[in-house]
């Protein structure tokens, strides 16, 4: 009952969350200069005022600020995120479209970089001052430095042109014929090296973390008496040491989301992947602002749901956490 | 009869920033089946040290054995594999800590930590396992253990985690429990509780006790022997009776008369509380060829200071590591 009581606070605070994102999302949009009625004009080669003010008043750009907000978020409410005249549709199912994409590249991304930073970690924290242990040091230091299109474009060169062994861009080979299986193949090849991309940011902060977590909880009393106990090796790292080691992990898990989803934006434009980042970067450079509006409720949704989610993983790894708020 | 274990010449080594330093020098020591001794003295004497080695659970790295034997039931352990002393750890030798509020992992229930030491050695199942562990808080006099064994450490008091660890390290009745000071950290009726059970439980089992503390009352409690440490050396070794009634080191008698003592009337002229004065030589002090009490002891004279007092014997169960243990 306890737990029931904090998951419906913590969903209650999440919608007054995205309620704020959106009011200050509109506010910014609507601060910024500019507005469709350029583009529509710049398109048709030029306008007048006249012409500019009926293209206002037709799309409702000419009434107060606070009824354009207010019919906004009674629209949001019902999912119906306007319509994006740029890309002529709604914008609903332009974003639905694209979505999975970013999904697919984005959880994949994260759980790469938390499997592979959580491994050299652990190996890394058995044997501190070992060779192993600052080569990991070098790679994180390396990958969270290095700029993610920069990276990007090295493997794409490398991997790519030079050495062909991955696909230069996109998400599939729409000439390629076959099954279920030959399809899911096409697409996993198209995904390793954004994967890797992505993920090396992450990968560097999550091995810095979990090394740093695991050498407490190797260090600590509990692990003396799992030691005492005559456990073997395995079970007194494993069992003892990392599932405690794992809670800082989530927690930054969680926190990584909103820069996992800004990282796609960069990632999906260096290899066309059709996904939210290439529309969010094309429907800026449009100012088509329902479409950018959209994709911004979009990622704060995706955000506060994974940040819901982490805190439901944190309950489960950590009994201490139960039922508090 | 054998004794049940037995320390010879042992010398452990540390590696600190300024060299590696005899944290113990040249231990002799012996337990009987069924036996409980103490080991007296201040922090930083090699107390604790001497547990870990018998444990084999030196700091990785930084602790070693450099010469000297550790025989259990005629066992050499100095020499004995990793697999080898798992097997021996928490099951024949066991070992409870001063820690009892960070001695349990925080993300298991207690259930899980006793049932899984019964698994590791005994070759119980999960069922037969967790049976046992809702017998082991029970002996261990936890109330309504059924619903206890599903807690997490986190939901217990100090005194009860202390008496998990304890069910923990009792669990495969060991023929040694190592109790590195289990009360330092708990209220004193809790102390009173802790002490009673583990007498009760060495009653039941025969389990041998070697008993770390720096409380007189607690050896004179536990044990039938004490062995006072000072700077990695053993200082006296003796029936606790005779040691207190009288020390024939001047250290012991030091530490004796630091217990304060409670008056049958408050009206009373109080004594002041004494106190050993000067503090326990650093490591780098340690390995001199000299009595490295001296420059505490009221005692002391140039010979102190030229060379290592012997251990010295006093009938067949005492010894004194003083050159002037026999004028005390």
């Known amino acids: 009952m306890n737990a029931l009581r904090v998951t419906t606070t913590r969903i209650f605070y999440a919608v007054l969350l995205l309620l704020a994102v959106l009011v200050l999302n509109f506010t910014m949009m609507h601060l910024a200069p500019g507005d469709v009625a350029d583009t529509i004009a710049q398109s048709m080669g030029g306008a007048d005022e006249e012409t500019m003010a009926q293209i206002r008043a037709d799309y409702g750009l000419d009434k107060p600020f606070i009824v354009q907000l207010g019919s906004y978020l009674g629209r949001v409410i019902r999912f119906d995120l306007g319509y994006s005249f740029y890309y002529n549709q709604p914008v609903t199912s332009l974003i639905l479209q694209r979505l999975p994409a970013t999904l697919l590249l984005v959880f994949t991304a994260q759980l790469f970089a938390m499997i592979v930073g959580v491994v050299l970690g652990v190996i890394s924290a058995r044997r501190p001052n070992g060779i192993l242990s600052h080569f990991v040091t070098f790679i994180s230091l390396f ?59 992450f990968l560097a902060l999550y091995s810095r973390l979990s090394r740093a977590s695991m050498m407490e909880t190797l260090g600590s009393d509990y692990v003396r008496t799992a030691k005492a106990k005559g456990l073997t090796e395995r079970e007194v790292v494993y069992k003892h040491a990392l599932k405690n080691a794992l809670s800082p992990v989530i927690t930054l898990a969680g926190l990584q989301f909103s820069a996992v989803i800004s990282g796609a934006v960069l990632v999906e434009t260096v ?48 009994p201490r956490l139960k039922g508090r708020a | ?131 046992q562990a809702i017998e082991l808080l029970d002996a261990v006099q936890i109330p309504n253990p059924k619903s206890r064994v599903e807690a997490y450490p986190f939901q217990m008091s100090g005194g009860q985690r202390q008496r998990v660890m304890i069910a ?128 505490r002891c009221p005692r002391a004279s140039d010979k102190c200071l030229s060379a290592r007092p012997p251990d010295v014997p006093f009938g067949s169960a005492r010894s004194s590591a003083c050159w002037h243990a026999e004028d005390l």
């Open chain 1, 143 to 201: 990958g969270y430095s290095a700029p993610v299109f920069w990276t990007g474009i090295l493997l794409l060169i490398a991997f790519s042109l030079k050495i062909q062994w991955f696909p230069v861009a996109g998400m599939r080979d729409v000439t390629l014929e076959g099954g279920f299986w030959v399809q899911t193949l096409d697409i996993i090849r198209h995904m390793v090296l954004p994967t890797i991309t992505l993920g090396s940011i």
């Open chain 2, 1 to 131: 009869m054998a004794p049940l274990l037995k320390v010879e010449n042992l010398r452990i080594e540390l590696a600190t920033r300024a060299g590696v330093a005899p944290v113990i020098d040249n231990l002799n020591l012996e337990l009987a089946h069924g036996e409980s001794i103490s080991f007296v003295g201040e922090s930083g004497c090699g107390k604790s040290m001497t547990a870990l080695a018998i444990m084999g659970l030196l700091p990785e790295g930084i602790g070693r054995v450099a010469s000297g034997s550790i025989q259990f039931d005629g066992e050499e352990l100095t020499t004995a594999s990793p697999r080898r002393l798992r097997q021996i750890r928490g099951n024949e030798i066991s070992m409870i800590f001063q820690e009892p509020m960070t001695s349990l992992n925080p993300v298991y229930t207690v259930g899980e930590q006793i049932a899984e030491v019964l698994r590791a050695h005994q070759g119980l199942g999960q069922k037969a396992a967790w049976a």
């Open chain 1, 271 to 318: 290899f066309a992947w059709p996904g939210l980042g290439t529309l969010a970067f094309q429907s800026i450079l449009a100012r088509d602002t329902p479409t950018i509006l959209g994709i911004l409720f979009f990622s704060a949704l995706m955000v506060i749901v994974g940040n819901l989610l982490t805190d439901f993983v944190l309950r489960l790894v950590d």
């Open chain 2, 168 to 295: 923990i390290a009792l669990a495969c009745t060991p023929k040694i429990l190592i109790a590195d000071e289990p009360t330092t950290a708990l209220d004193v009726t809790v102390q009173a509780q802790i002490f009673d059970l583990l007498r009760d439980l060495r009653a039941q089992t025969g389990t041998s006790i070697i008993m770390i503390t720096h409380d007189m009352g607690a050896v004179a409690e536990m044990s039938e022997r004490m062995i006072v440490m000072y700077a990695g050396r053993k200082a006296e070794e003796g029936p606790v009776d005779q040691v207190i009634t009288h020390a024939r080191h001047p250290y012991t008698s030091g530490l004796i008369s630091c217990v304060p003592h409670i008056m049958a009337n408050l009206t009373e002229e109080r004594h002041d509380l004494t106190e050993v004065p000067g503090i326990v030589p650093g490591l780098s002090e340690f390995g001199q060829d000299l009595c490295l009490f001296a420059p």
